[in-house]
């Protein structure tokens, strides 16, 4: 029975996420081990200013999707109407 548990939970996350594994946070825990991650604020902005890393390395892994918005263009419009 625990092995059928298991399955399950991986079925659940290919149908939902689109991955066979046991959990979706594969980006976000990626995103704790990066280098970047492990810099100070100062250290970010002293690569920054060097253009050895990109503006958007200020954002914290996990913040919110607003913090985000100032470093990504918006979707433009395609034309293709979603269904509602």
Known sequence: MP?????????????????????????????????????TMDERNV???AGRLEPIARVEAGGFAETYLPYIEPIRP????VPG
């Open 3 to 39: 092995l059928l548990s298991v399955l399950a939970l991986y079925i659940k996350n290919l149908l939902v996420f689109g991955m066979f594994g046991a959990s979706s946070w594969l980006g976000f825990n990626y995103g704790q081990l990066s280098t970047v991650h492990q810099l």
């Open 47 to 49: 690569l920054i200013e």
């Open 78 to 81: 395609t034309g293709i109407p």
